[in-house]
């Protein structure tokens, strides 16, 4: 069997227990070693084999993985954040059907939550925002025309836009043009929840000016929308005038005068 696990933004305590458990069984571990925290290898027994997939081709990981499954090991393929985001596992999985190969995914903390909890951000807030668009700039990889940043912006939605901080004059001219005001609170968020965390608030016009300052290129996230900042309704779900499926709505709590 080869699992997919994902290995949680960066915090070596921020695997799932399921993870955790995959990767201390494993014979071997394939790692995307360009943003995977090494330090969570340190949970491998000692004789697994480990290999760093920033320095493979498709073709090679596949190699390895298949050659492991045949001799009967245990593999485990370790993708940051959760696999199901930018994350390539889909070829890999395409390629171990072809060889009848079993396979299953464990999810893990995608960076993008990891962010929320770094700025104390609920992205969806009454009143505000109720979606929240997860997007990049094009870059090697291209973005289909229809999924313009331009295009999402003019709904106003909350966005979190990863892969990009390379390109941050441009992302907020395309904010800006779909319809976003300057002014609208942004966030960079570097390498959430490692140690070297950086949290930047600033507004979409400010966006390259700030990561200059600051003297981040990558492994950053970007923030965007009015969740961040201070006006938003009240939820219903804990509204004393609200009747929910778990609880009666309760009178008017009256002052003792
Ligand atoms: N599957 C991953 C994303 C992989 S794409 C996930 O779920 O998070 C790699 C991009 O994710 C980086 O360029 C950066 O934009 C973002 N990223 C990954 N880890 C991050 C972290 N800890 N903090 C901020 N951004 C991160």
Known sequence: ??????AGPGAEDLITVRGQNLLREADIVVYAGSLVNPGLLSMCRENCEIYN????TLEEVMEVMTAGERAGKKVVRLHTGDPCLYGAIREQMDELEKENIPYEVCPGVSSFCGAAAALGAEYTLPG???SVVITRMAGRTPVPDRESIRSFAAHQATMVIFLSTGMLKELSEELIRGGYAADTP??????????????MRCTIKKLAETAEKENVTKTALIVVGRILGSEYDRSKLYDPSFTTE????????QSEK
């Open 186 to 199: 942004a966030a960079i968020v570097y390498k959430a929840t490692w140690p070297e965390e950086k949290v």
């Open 246 to 253: 778990f609880r009666e709505a309760s009178a008017p709590v």
């Open 128 to 130: 505000v925002s109720q």
């Open 1 to 6: 069997m080869i699992t997919f696990v994902g």
């Open 53 to 56: 997939s920033a320095k493979m």
